[in-house]
């Protein structure tokens, strides 16, 4: 058995408008609503398998083999702010022509996070003075933190023992393919700010900084989610 869902979708916001005949005039892109997401789930039975004979089938048949991943758009990021003339807190322009990434986020085996910064400071600049910048909370479809799938597997079955008892045997899986989840790029800095690293050198703080290392003079340690699994049985009489 398979199921699954496809959806493509973009919502907003704007519960002040400004300008009633112009509804576009003061919306915003709802920040967690990805604009695409694929689902699904699957669930296969081990049949009876006549060559192997009935004391084996008691052992092979009826095992139930399920998965479920969920792949979709990653999230959006917040553009960074900056202190203009007037001491008022703007978000920063983006820089024509320069590209948000100094690496394809998405492609792990190119970035180092320890001493790596993954987002264009040069991207962004702070609002001339006497200048009005972005209205804060605006969002750029295009500037998004990595993808996270989540991908679960699981295996399990019954084993009835006459009428009145029942032995169930389960185990479930997280992230079965063990991918690293690195976390997203820091956009609360300033670009301007130069980045703060520890006695190792690697990154500690910074704009487009993974901070994937623990407390300045410990060891380093990765920020991320490793393959998990857990086995459950349960006996019912």
């Known amino acids: 058995m398979a199921a699954g869902a496809f959806t493509w979708e973009k919502a907003f916001v704007g519960a002040n408008r400004q300008n009633f005949f112009d509804p576009a005039s003061s ?9 695409l997401q694929l689902t699904f789930n699957i669930t296969y039975v081990t049949p009876k398998t006549p060559f192997l004979g ?60 320890y ?38 597997a699981n295996l399990g079955r019954n084993f009835r023992v006459k009428e009145k ?23 609360t800095v300033a670009p301007q700010v130069p980045l703060t690293h520890n006695n190792f050198g690697q990154y500690t703080n910074g704009f487009g900084v993974m901070n994937v290392t623990a407390a300045t003079n410990t060891v380093p340690t990765l920020n991320g989610a490793s393959r998990a699994g857990t086995l459950i049985a349960r006996f019912s009489f």
């Open 27 to 35: 919306v915003w892109d709802l920040q967690q609503v990805p604009p």
């Open 54 to 113: 009935n004391r084996v089938n008691v052992l092979v048949k009826d095992w139930q083999i399920g998965a479920f991943a969920v792949y979709q758009s990653a999230r959006f990021l917040v553009p960074p702010t900056n202190t203009i003339t007037n001491f008022l807190t703007s978000e920063e322009y983006r820089a024509p022509g320069q590209p948000l990434y100094l690496v394809n986020i998405n492609n792990k085996s190119q970035i180092n996070p």
């Open 115 to 152: 001493t790596q910064q993954v987002l264009n400071p040069n991207a962004w600049a702070p609002v001339p003075a006497g200048g009005a910048g972005p209205a804060i909370g605006t969002l750029y479809s295009d500037f998004r933190g990595p993808r996270r799938p989540v991908e679960n």
């Open 165 to 187: 008892y029942n032995l169930q045997i389960r185990v479930e899986f997280t992230n079965i393919f063990k991918r690293t989840y690195l976390p997203a790029p820091i956009t």
